[in-house]
């Protein structure tokens, strides 16, 4: 069989990296995953998620037919009855009525032609995405202050930066890739300055030669300091803000009346005067300086503004369209970029341009030649969905994503679409939290199916392309979305063929009348408007603009100092810092930060098909102080009831000094199939950003306590078991197992009894059953092996007392346990002798802690270079080092 390399790009983080698959047997979906070494997002680096793709492609839970309430039909069947539906819905309530919600996980195509068929035929701007929880604020800043969506910076910016301010960023683990890139700068140049500025310390604060633990919510107070600091002592380049900026005395003066010296913010951020006086020297008095923001900054109710403020830093340093310096926003999703280039936002229409300007609604409709072009914004996410509560929209249809998870009140989002009229549902995997609530289920191609293009954060086009056929009936975004566009009476608009069809139309699109005649607009591929199959298949990475006279692409913008305002000045944005809208009170004490960890992805759909991916964080977390872990009489690795306004979640406690006093961080991923009380959606404050329309997932008031579990237990099973009915209980796909973490309040009468049924055992001669039963300290543990092999295992406890699982993971590999492993198994230790390797560390080679551990003292390791020499850890993506480096700290402290 001749194996194929094939060129394409991951599926996750916004950093774009390129990838070679080298498909092994197309028919069984076996594929090697290897970095592109010649693709210039990543040059051939990969990180623990993209590394474990190949365990992804499987057709596990893929959802692969059409459906109708449940019943498998045919393509023809459930495209006419939603265009029908649509059809009708809107005949009777007008196009407002409908919406879609799709995902920065499409591709530029599909969601062109999603955008499309919404704004320019239907008629209403209800389509929005969730690339609205997270980068939302990032362009509000960026039109606000350039005139366009349009990121000025790129990575060789961070490789010739002399500072880099990481703001909101935990970068290590969300785009760890690019993170590896800095911490290379700054081991080939020790004079590179790295800040970190965040409430907790996490994996990125590795490399920081300054941390500041800011007080939640409070960055913009900090920028406008900054701003207040580089006017009073002459550090402004008053040039650059003479002939290319605008309305600097009103943003100064606003700064002023909110950050009139370096006391007054080191009060207002809660910071030692002397490091905010180190970040404004450094800033100050180093030329090229580069600002990254993520989440952190972006989802807050003051969002746009703390973008702006730091943009405003920025311009009055003239610290931008050079080598090394720019306010850099770090995208979330692979084709968030994408999607904002299309229009794929409620406030938007495609190729940059604006729902509220009658030239640019005249322009599209001219060039899409309809009538029927959206005049006014669509709701926003929240909004969205807050309107199908009550009832005013009839239909939506969801595309690639999970929002009964992944937004805040996520509780009220899945009560809205139970009770809405017609849920429609594109999706590649079968069973989601949101796909069962769908009257209409279409199957979409995933990843490894998939044929288009995607734009990273730093304006990368790079194409996806498919490893594999579509599996069973499955059909891409674009060709689903365009059948419902003909079926609703719009078929020579979406008489697409080919992915190249709607690309060279995007293209096109983004060069009409985009010239000198008009007001130029950022975006401009129109390079592309000819493209043929050929060079599509053959497209290189390239960064927008790509025109006639910038055939290659452009790698940096605003060299020239023209912005793409009315005027061409950058213009200041006047920021006055905002408390969160929901402060911690009384009854809610806590400030809850939500974010994610290093190898799991939104809400695990993909990523946890992976085995090697489940083990670093196999449970939900929630992180606290020690000092707020005494006060609230919380233990390590127990489990606590999490409260705020809008709903509850059951989390393991992890007891950290990383964690700031008086605030609690809990990881995004968990859904009901994974955790049935996992979703931390559902304690998250519905705010929004007024401007962006963002949500504030980083600052929402709860509070935490101890959930006293009349009793737990861990069932690891090498078949998948059907568990339901129970108060907490987490199910973790492990390599040849599935483990399920359980606890509840009701006694089991007969636990010996209960065990037996979960495991379906019975009184067959030819399995081994091993058992140990002490009913006055409540424990009872029961092994069951079959010709040698261990078949599951029940470890039950009142007293929440449960073997560590590593080990007995490790038996599941065996065809036959030795006797030492029998005589062992029920204390949940591994012999004398043997090792107990603990949480996983390095993904990449499946190295656990204690592994490491044991290295260290045995071999007297000092060096993290050392730990990669004896176990290879460390040595793969990277993304583990920083956890090695204090592993090795903890040894020489102890």
Known sequence: MTKATIKTTCPYCGVGCGIEAEVIDADKHIVNIQGDPKHPSNYGKLCSKDAALGDTVTLENRLLYPEIHGQQTDWNTALNHVANSFNAIIAEYGPDAVAFYVSGQLL????????????????????????????SSAVVGYKRAFGADAVPCNYEDLEQAELIILVGSNAAWCHPVTFQRIRKAKETNPALRVVIIDPRITASSDIADLHLSIKPGMDALLFNGLLVYLDAHNYLDRAFIKFHTGAFSDALAAAQSSAADIAAVAAGCCLPAEDVQQLFDWFTKLDKVVTVYSQGINQSSSGSDKCNAIINSHLATGKIGKPGMGPFSFTGQPNAMGGREVGGLAN???????????????????????????????????????????????????????????????????????????????????????????????????????????TNLERRISRQRALFESSGQSKPDWWIISQVGQRMGFSKAFNYQAAVDIFREHAALSGFENNSKFQLRAFDISAFADINQAQYDALSPVQWPVTKSQPFGTPRLFHNAHFYTINGKAQFIATTPRSPENAPNFEYPFTLNTGRVRDQWHTMTRTALSTKLNTHYPEPVVEVHPDDALRHN??????????????????????????????????????????????????????????????????????????????????ISRRPLSILGYEYQVKIKGENYWRYQLAGRAVIV?????????????????????????????????????????????????NGQLPKSNWLCTLFDKTELSGKERFALLSGLPPQGDEQTGRTICSCFSIGEQTILQAIKSDCLVSVSAIGERLGAGTGCGSCLPELKQLLKNVSTF
Not at 645 to 674: C, N, Y
């Open 634 to 715: 919380l233990s390590q690795d127990a489990l606590a009831k999490i409260e705020s306004r809008w709903g509850k979640m059951w989390a393991r406690v992890d007891i950290t000094t990383s964690q700031q006093a008086g605030s609690l961080f809990v990881p995004i991923h968990w859904s009901e199939q994974f955790s049935n009380q996992g979703r931390v959606g559902v304690l998250v404050n519905p705010v929004i950003d007024p401007l962006s329309g963002q949500p504030e997932f980083k600052q929402t008031p709860v509070r935490i306590n101890p959930w006293p579990a009349h009793w737990q237990a861990m069932v």
């Open 348 to 454: 938007m229409l495609a190729a940059h341009m604006d729902l509220g300007n009658p030239e640019h609604v005249d322009r599209l409709s001219r060039f899409w030649n309809s009538n029927q072009i959206a005049v006014r914004q669509g709701l926003k996410a929240v909004e969205l969905f807050d309107a199908i509560a009550v009832g005013q929209i009839k239909a939506v249809w969801i595309m690639a994503t999970n929002p009964v998870v992944s937004m805040p009140n996520a509780n009220k989002v899945k009560q809205a679409l139970q009770q809405c009229q017609l849920v429609v549902v594109s999706d590649c995997i079968a069973n989601t939290d949101t796909v069962q609530l769908a009257h209409v289920k279409f199957p979409a191609t995933g990843w490894s199916e998939k044929d288009g293009t995607v």
């Open 750 to 798: 007969d636990v010996q009894n209960w065990s037996r049924e979960f495991l379906s055992i019975t009184n067959d001669i030819s399995v081994d059953l091993l058992e140990y039963q002490d009913l006055s300290a409540g424990c009872y543990r029961v092994a069951q092996i079959v010709d040698q092999q261990l078949q599951s295992t029940v470890f039950f406890a009142r």
């Open 108 to 135: 530029t195509e599909d969601y062109y032609v999603a955008n499309k068929l919404m704004k320019g035929f239907i008629g209403s701007a209800n389509i929005d995405t969730n690339s609205r929880l997270c980068m």
